[in-house]
């Protein structure tokens, strides 16, 4: 499943809420209260212009032998140089300036989840085992196929890409589950080869990456991790790295540098998408647990200072009873995680609408890339929601439990791209390749025939008199001619 890269983010146009103190005294910190009509869209180019100067130049600096001209269309094979990496991997901090490897050994991700308590080491592989099964199941359900053509068969064949690039964020925190839902997607899809990338990976990383089963890892990241993956790395004896192999597709969530050198690289590989803010919307009814709501909310908007939580409800009085729980649990929370919540909070907002349609009707527009349905009949207007990225039906259905391998994928659409694409999946590492075959010349002749007069109809002689040739009644215009030349 491929991912269009212009992508339409969607924006939430509201009027800009009071500045508020985060201090210990400061007042109320609540959901901006919003109508339907007062939520907007904006189309919005999702890579930011800074970003994307600044990634062509790493991308041409990775690549000295290759002119700026070639570069900046992505179409060149030159591998990228070691060296190079190396010199743009200390001045961006992914490394040491000691430290003389972008590479992360399969010893020290072993050493990594060796290191790990008995329960954390249980964790990761329950993880694993919810997300490989869930994978797998996907990947059973698209098979090789064939079906009776005139003359013969038709059909296609499933099979994976070579190489898979994975990139999983390290910056405010790390996260293993990235890894996972990448690395292990890749595998269960059947990809021989997987390349993972995270900056200063920290240990719990590196054992992920040891659960998942990564064939490298590669402690670089930003625009320098994507263009390694989408060009390969040329072997370099001096530091005694091997190649590393320029990947088919690249997949997994970044920052604005990962998404800009996404763009860039897109088309002579694969991407899954160019993926915006992380973004929740619950659907509440007056059925709804506020204090379970709430949380909700809060663990989205502590990813991110622009990740943005939206309550969407019947209900003034449920909307009024979770802006009291997001206050009360948001003090509660540790930093950096509370200021990140609170500035994130200040772009979130809440929506009052007249009746469960109506409700339905703005999750659909806003298309969210997580869903939570928190009402009574939930699996009904389940039923009846149309655009998200990851649905997540009653009140025990935490969004949470998706992030951390319930078994469906977390690296989902954002920005209103649930509209026309879904999440990451087995789907992205495999390619549906169509073949035919005419065995009996003669009961193809009905398909010559129409092939001949429609390529006739849209002007294509050269097509025409492909398809006489295989006729057994026609004579080729090319043959016609040559005769009438002679």
Request: with cysteine; proline share 6%.
């Amino acid at each position: 499943m491929a991912f269009n890269v212009l992508q339409i983010l969607i924006i939430f146009t509201l009027l800009p809420p009071p500045i508020k103190s985060f201090s210990s005294s400061s007042s109320s910190i609540m959901l901006t209260p919003r109508t339907p009509a007062e939520v907007q869209l904006e189309i919005k180019d999702p890579v930011d212009p800074t970003a994307l100067t600044q990634s062509k130049a790493i991308l041409s600096e990775l690549r000295p032998n290759t002119s700026s001209e070639t570069n900046d269309d992505s179409l060149s094979s030159s591998s990228c140089n070691p060296k190079a990496l190396i010199t743009i991997a200390k001045r961006l901090g992914d490394i040491p300036a000691e430290d003389t490897t972008y590479l992360v050994s399969k010893e020290r991700c072993q050493e990594a989840f060796d290191g790990l308590s008995a329960e954390e080491r249980q964790s990761l592989l329950n993880i694993h085992q919810r997300v490989k099964l869930f994978a797998e199941a996907q990947r059973k359900s698209v098979v090789d196929m064939s079906i009776d053509i005139p003359g013969g068969k038709a059909g296609h064949t499933v099979s994976p890409c070579r190489a898979a690039g994975c990139y999983a964020p390290g910056g405010r925190y790390p996260l293993p589950s990235s890894v996972l839902m990448t690395v292990v997607t890749a595998r269960a899809a059947g990809c021989p080869y997987v390349v993972l990338a995270s900056p200063r990976p920290a240990p719990i990383t590196l054992a992920a990456a040891h659960v998942a089963g990564a064939d490298i890892v590669l402690c670089v990241g930003g625009a320098q991790a994507i263009g390694c993956m989408a060009y390969g790395i040329e072997a370099c004896d001096e530091i005694g790295a091997d190649e590393v192999p320029a990947c088919d597709v690249i997949v997994g969530p970044g920052n604005k540098w990962v998404t800009a050198a996404k763009s860039l690289v897109n088309g002579y590989c694969g991407i899954d998408m160019l993926a915006g803010p992380s973004e929740v919307l619950v659907i509440a009814d007056h059925t709804a647990d506020a204090e379970i709501v709430a949380a909700d909310l809060i663990a989205q908007a502590e990813h991110d200072v622009v990740a943005r939580a939206i309550l969407v409800s019947t209900d003034v009085d449920m909307i009024a009873k979770v802006n009291v729980e997001v206050e009360r649990q948001v003090d509660c929370l540790p930093e950096p995680n509370r200021s990140t919540a609170k500035e994130a909070l200040t772009q979130s907002f809440s929506i009052v609408c007249k009746d469960m349609d109506e409700c339905i009707a703005m999750s659909d527009k806003l298309a969210p890339e997580h869903l939570e349905i928190q009402t009574e009949n939930s699996q009904e207007v389940a039923d009846r929601c149309a655009n998200y990225g990851g649905l997540f039906i009653g009140t025990h259905a935490a969004e949470v439990l998706g992030d951390y391998g319930a078994g469906p994928n977390h690296t989902l659409p954002t920005g209103g791209t649930g509209r026309y694409t879904g999440g990451l999946s087995v789907f992205n590492f495999l390619r549906i390749r169509t073949w035919m075959r005419i065995d009996n010349k003669k009961d193809s002749q009905d398909m010559v025939e129409d092939s001949v007069r429609m390529a006739r109809l849209e002007g294509l002689e050269g097509h025409a008199r492909a398809a006489e040739a295989r006729s057994l009644t026609l004579t080729p215009a090319y043959k016609k001619a040559n005769n009438g030349s002679n």
